[in-house]
């Protein structure tokens, strides 16, 4: 049976049941997208609605209030009655508003609903909407499948920023340990202190990457063959100049983590506060590296 989240205690499901009347009275397309979006930030950070969930909630709710009101309407419902137990998507975009539900069942074996169920599905045609039973949709999985690559390049560029940030402190390091010649004695200080100080960066970002879309997006094998591809690139040279060529790979790569977050409306204030002091570092860096390059 599947799980029906109405019935459950603190969930953005069961509050949409419960002020599902009063949403669906409000006028104003904006009033009703801020009301519960208002709603889902409190549920965010009372840890009811999960990181992933709560970004993906809010990427939806702003496309269908782009939408209209019969959109957004359409959407909470939607909402409220996939998680009632129903896989619930919204159809294409015919005036007549309508709600889709379909249940658990892939192959459209329809199964009885459970009298909850049924009442909700009246509750929601009763604000005029249709709500279609065991219908198959494939734009569904069109619209799923799109959602999915949206968040996946998203977390490609936090991993690439994280993968350089291995790659570069790598780097150092053995510049650290590489250091000869007439400037021996001040590279092996200016590398120490440029690995040095990258610990606590490399620690925060990939927590904060772990905080969006779980461990597995810092897993070993992963970002060594994204740390291994910076290494190579910067190959060959000496350390000063190999060094000046990763600090502008670095700044370029921030700066694309930042456009995409900020496009994907899943730039936090955390993280853009972590990208301005990170690339405001590096570009110290960068000075300290040219001002030994041009001595
Ligand atoms: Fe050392």
């Known amino acids: 049976m599947p799980k029906d989240l109405t019935q459950a205690a603190d969930n953005p499901t069961r509050w949409l049941h419960d002020n599902y009347s009063a949403l ?11 009301y519960v979006v208002e709603a889902f930030v409190d549920f965010n950070k009372r840890g009811a609605l999960g990181n ?69 599905a009246a509750l929601v045609e009763s604000y005029g909407f249709t709500v279609t039973l065991c219908e198959e949709n494939v734009l569904d999985f069109v619209e799923e499948e799109e959602l999915i690559s949206e968040a996946g390049s998203t977390q490609d560029a936090l991993q690439e ?29 200016l590398f120490q202190r440029l690995y040095e100080g990258m610990e606590d960066r490399i620690d925060a970002l990939a927590e904060k990457i772990v905080g969006y879309f779980g461990s597995d997006a810092v897993d070993d094998s992963l970002i060594i063959e994204k740390t291994q591809k910076w290494i190579k690139k910067w190959e060959g040279g000496e350390s000063v100049s190999r060094a000046i060529l990763s600090e502008h790979d670095m700044q370029s790569t ?8 900020k496009e994907d409306d899943a730039l936090s ?3 853009d506060d972590y990208l301005m002091a990170a690339a405001n570092d590096h570009e110290t860096n960068l000075y300290l590296l040219q001002q030994v390059d041009k001595g």
């Open 52 to 120: 992933e969930n709560f970004r993906k909630f809010k990427m939806d709710i702003d496309r269908a209030l782009s939408g209209g009101m019969a959109r957004l309407q359409s959407y909470l419902s939607n909402y409220m009655l996939a998680g009632a137990g129903m896989r619930a998507e919204w159809a294409n975009s015919t005036p007549g508003m309508m709600a889709t539900m379909i249940t658990e069942d892939l192959d459209c074996n329809c199964v009885a609903l459970t009298e909850e169920q049924e009442r909700l």
């Open 269 to 271: 204030l955390g993280l």
């Open 254 to 261: 921030f700066k694309t983590a930042y456009d995409k977050l």
């Open 161 to 189: 920023a994280l993968a350089l940030l291995r790659a570069q402190q790598w780097n150092y390091w053995s510049s650290h340990w590489q250091a000869q010649g007439d400037n021996a004695y001040g590279n092996h200080l």
């Open 24 to 34: 669906m009275g409000i006028q104003n397309p904006e009033e009703l997208h801020n």
